[in-house]
């Protein structure tokens, strides 16, 4: 096999013209050569003849194969020869024709060598290298005459560094992630080039190249800088902070074209690891505040790497000016104080400058600098001193002109510059939080001008930045007594200012909304605003925007300001209505395609989408249902018996007339226009129902019976409808709001009907939501469920629907993804619904005589569930359902006990108890294992004390103690706690007994 044969073939390869049979007898070829023992001598010695990049390129990628996978099969002679002929050919064959895919190849090559090799067996790596690439070389043809013959060669020199790039990137970088094996390898390699004086070495090969290139080849030196900047971070601090490399980076400063390069270097000095008064020592040695003072950034780029200079200098007295101490103090003086003070006021200019990216490399320290102020003053006292109140100023200023948008925002269509700024603007959101939380009255007084002033303002992005500060403070301002007075007056300023005149941006408009939305309990006692807010609202600025994204969130802000005001805002009870009542018509929905093909459902008259609608049905909904106590007004049944009847009764009236004429079978299967408005009613009088308050005095009030005689109209639609899902979803969703709104007395009636169609045919993600919808229930009914329940075996005909279901899931060959999810979801319900009957006084349905012939399955599923270790909800919720049944059925059974339950209790129950405790996959660390878990079951021990307190007491001495190897007195101290202590505190002192066991 001839190395020209070697590069026919890898030219066929990388051909796509070549023939295919010839491609593949290539490759045949290829592969061979390289796993032959001999064949990483062709691959070179065509890497010394080749005159192709690809070549080049592929014969150095097979010289690393035979590195990465098989170079401890080389003998000692074939490795020096490699090494040899690496060196060699970037000598000789690397010129300034050479691309740099080929320089980048080689300089991994050498480094996986280096990585195999240094120290032990090629402890002169670095000076081979230099060796090799360092030396002066003669002209090649075509070199200009005043070539000096003693001058480095640009190209190897570049080389050079880019083997000394590639060991930062292999050995020392923290942004490559690396296996622990490669990085306690690694760790040995720099404890090694730091012991050998090959980090010392590198340092002097850098300022030597630095002190010959500095004025006459930037490349070099940028590069020289950029393979330095990375070992700082880890070398001897005293190789840089001397006086002979120290001062070259300054002087570097000056220099335009490598000064970005040369402050990079000096952060990377500023960033290492000491501790704080070894770090003050050392910023005031290398005088970081001259170097700030005196540096003229000559570009964008060397601005930003001294905004980043800044942020870290400031961060760093920051740490140590939370730990002063009296000996720093007496140390450092004023120095430290003086050396903070011009940071920050470099750090406040940067944050001002004109690009983003300058200003987002000092936020952090600037977050900081608030966080210091906070806890300054609250050591110091609550004043903050005169001179940070004018920086705190600067900082207000500073902040306002980096959150206004610029002209080239794109709000339609918003790429990654623009996502960016949105990323930066909410980290100066929170600056500006902070700050609020430092100097409340300082901010609001800020605020207050700039809200004041906004009608002299001609930009809408300056507006909007203006707006957008007066919502974020909203989270760290009082919002009562006379700051609550104070926004309210500040909100209606905004709102008859002109900001309404302009349409575009949104986001100008839409951060008043935000604000009047966030305010609104400000409002309450001035409802003199209440029409000029409310036509706002109304308009096409609020919920009536012309653009479906922009209306949809503001009628979603409109509904949460109408919670927050639902008293204050009765009297606008009627205009309200009048203006949304024609939004809320639920009119038969049309199916529309926008240009990226996604379809959208809207409303064929209003063409809002039915979130819109609910939103604002919502909204009036809480509005009708608030009552106001024992205050004056219209009567409560009058006022909801007139809006149910002008906005509810038409939406059932539309519900009966689509289930009377059928007309989900005139449906499109693509465009089931019936069946959507169908569920699009029936969500909307169950959206209705959230605006009237739980009925938890079971009250028959005019809207309790009107939403009870709903019911049977809604489960004739699931009756007959119910086999499509989307309205299978919506009576769920329908029978959720009426629990509450109804109470029991009205749904009770229907509960059983309501479980019978929703589990006819469910599937495993419809089944959940049918249990949660029982576990609601149980919760809002507790025991008056119970006949319900019982009737029939209703529960126990659910308990086992859902034990089949995931029987049948989890036992199909293929039973992965989501069905695997939800079948293990459900049957974590299964024990959440057993959990919530013990909980709720149902207990004893699991016993009555409808469903006591299927109790021992239940009681055998409990003890599973309860060894179920790999899910501590399952565990808790077993070791609750068993507990409850322990307290009811271990008493006597003329006291409602369950007769025979004891058996089952001291011959299973116990012993599962002990297994699972004892079990080492059981975590008592954990907080579902550790103390739920652990609590219930203490419970079970505690209530078979209370209810068998002697035979609870025989039966762990004599019987349980003894299988699990527990001395006699050891039991019988387990006993006395049992005995003794108090019913919550069991739980604790069982774990500790169970870790004194394992």
């Known amino acids: 096999m001839s190395s020209a044969e070697l590069e026919q073939a890898i030219l066929v390869l990388v051909d796509p013209r070549s023939n295919a049979d010839v491609k593949t007898a290539a490759a045949g070829f290829f592969e061979q050569l390289k796993v032959s023992p001999d064949g990483w001598k062709v691959f070179t010695q065509r890497l010394f003849e080749t005159a192709s990049t690809t070549v080049s390129i592929v014969c150095l990628g097979a010289i690393l194969d035979v590195l990465q996978h098989r170079y401890l099969t080389l003998n000692p002679t074939d490795r020096n020869e490699l090494k040899r002929a690496l060196l060699t050919y970037a000598q000789q064959y690397i010129g300034p024709a050479t691309p740099h895919e080929i320089i980048n190849k080689l300089a991994v090559v050498i480094v996986l060598i280096f990585k195999n090799e240094f120290p032990e067996v090629w402890p002169t790596f670095f000076a081979d290298l230099g060796s090799a690439l360092l030396v002066p070389r003669p002209a090649r043809d075509g070199a200009p005459a005043n070539h000096d013959p003693n001058d ?572 499509y899902d989307i309205v299978r979803a919506k009576v769920v969703f329908y029978m959720h709001r009426m629990i509450p709104c109804l109470g029991p007395i009205p749904m009770l009636p229907h509960f059983s009907r309501i479980v019978e169609l929703l589990l006819s045919n469910a599937n495993l993600k419809q089944t959940i939501e049918v249990v949660t919808l029982i576990n609601t229930a149980v919760i809002s009914f507790k025991d008056q469920l119970g006949p319900v329940l019982d009737a029939n075996g209703l529960l126990i005909s659910v308990l086992q629907y859902i034990m089949r279901l995931v029987t049948e899931t989890l036992s199909r060959p293929n039973s992965r993804g989501e069905d695997e999810r939800e079948a293990l979801e459900l049957r974590r319900m299964w024990y959440s619904l057993c959990s919530h009957m013990a909980v709720n006084n149902l207990v004893n349905v699991f016993s009555s005589p409808n469903s006591v012939g299927s109790l021992n399955d239940v009681l055998q599923a409990l003890l599973q569930g309860l060894s179920t270790l790999s899910d501590p909800a399952i565990v808790g919720d077993s070791a609750c359902a068993l507990a409850a049944m322990v307290e009811h059925w271990t008493r006597p059974v003329e006291a409602g006990g369950l007769a025979g339950f004891d058996e089952f209790v001291y011959k299973q129950l116990l012993k599962t108890v002990f297994d699972v405790l004892l079990n080492p996959a059981y975590n008592l660390g954990d907080g579902k294992f550790g103390v739920e878990a652990m609590q219930q079951i203490g419970s079970i021990f505690k209530e078979l004390h209370k209810n068998r307190s002697t035979e609870c007491e025989q039966f762990v001495q004599m019987h349980l103690m003894p299988a699990i190897n527990c001395p006699p007195d050891v039991a019988a101290a387990f006993v006395e706690r049992l005995r003794q202590c108090p019913d919550k505190q069991f739980g604790p002192i069982l774990r500790k007994f169970v870790e004194s066991r394992r």
């Open 152 to 723: 480095l060669d640009p190209v190897l020199v570049q080389t050079y560094l880019a083997v000394m790039r590639e060991i930062d990137t292999e050995v020392v970088s923290k942004e490559v992630h690396r296996s622990n094996e490669d990085l306690a390898h690694n760790r040995i390699l720099k404890d090694q080039m730091r012991d050998t004086g090959s980090a010392s070495h590198l340092v002097d090969v850098c300022y030597g190249l630095l002190q010959r290139y500095h004025s006459s080849h930037a490349g070099i030196s940028r590069s020289c800088l950029s393979v330095l900047r990375p070992f700082i971070d880890w070398i001897d601090i005293g190789l840089i902070v001397n006086d002979r490399v120290f001062p070259l980076f300054l002087q570097l400063l000056q220099h335009p074209d490598v000064q970005d390069k040369a402050l990079g270097c000096i952060l990377e000095v500023v960033s290492k690891g000491m501790n704080e008064a070894s770090k003050v020592a050392l910023l005031k040695h290398i005088n970081v505040i001259s170097i700030m003072d005196y540096f003229q950034p000559q570009s964008e780029r060397a601005t930003s790497v001294f905004a980043e200079f800044v942020n870290q200098v400031g961060i760093e007295l920051v740490a140590a000016m939370l730990v002063s101490s009296p000996e720093m103090d007496q140390q450092f003086g004023s120095d430290m104080q003086a050396m903070f003070n011009t940071v920050v006021n470099h750090m406040l200019r940067c944050l001002a400058n004109e690009y983003d990216d300058v200003s987002e490399r000092v936020e952090e320290f600037a977050g900081k600098y608030i966080h210091y102020l906070e806890l300054t003053r609250k050591r110091r006292n609550p004043n903050i001193l005169d001179s940070e109140l004018e920086h705190l100023k600067t900082l207000l200023q500073a902040l306002r002109l980096k959150l206004k948008f610029d002209g080239s925002f794109h709000f339609q269509s918003r790429g990654q510059d623009e996502l960016d700024f949105i990323e930066f603007r909410k980290k100066l959101d929170n600056i500006f939080k902070a700050a609020t939380k430092l100097h409340p009255a300082l901010i609001a007084e800020y605020v207050a001008s700039l809200v004041n002033s906004i009608d002299m303002m001609n930009d809408p992005l300056e507006m909007e930045s203006v707006t957008h500060i007066f919502n974020i403070i909203g989270e760290s301002i009082p919002t009562s007594g006379n700051h609550g007075a104070f926004i309210a007056d500040l909100l209606n300023r905004l709102a008859l200012s002109k900001i309404f005149n302009f349409a575009q941006p949104n986001e100008l408009c839409g951060e008043f909304f935000e604000c009047a939305h966030r305010y609104a309990p400000c409002l309450a006692h001035r409802t003199d605003l209440f029409p000029r807010l409310l036509q706002l609202w109304m308009s096409d600025r609020g919920v009536m925007h012309p653009e479906p994204g922009v209306r949809a969130h503001r009628s979603w802000l409109f509904c949460g300001f109408v919670k927050k005001l639902k008293q204050p805002l009765q009297p606008f009870l009627g205009d309200l209505v009048d203006r949304l009542k024609p939004a809320v018509v639920y009119n038969p929905p049309v199916f529309r395609r926008d240009d990226e093909g996604n379809t959208d459902v809207v409303d064929s008259v209003s063409e809002l989408t039915i979130d819109m609608q609910n939103d604002l049905l919502e909204s009036i909904a809480l509005l009708v249902g608030f009552a106001s106590p024992g205050g004056p007004g219209v009567d409560t049944s009058e006022k909801h018996r007139t809006f149910l009847e002008l906005l509810v009764t038409p939406l059932v009236q539309k519900i009966m007339y689509i289930l009377e004429k059928q007309l989900w079978k005139q449906d499109n299967v693509y465009q089931p226009v019936n069946l959507t408005w169908l569920t699009n009613l029936i969500g909307a009088v169950g959206t209705f129902s959230k605006g009237f308050p739980a009925n938890l005095k079971n009250q028959q009030t005019f809207a309790v019976q009107y939403f009870a005689n709903t019911v049977p109209i809604i489960l004739q639609a699931l009756s007959e409808v119910g086999g």
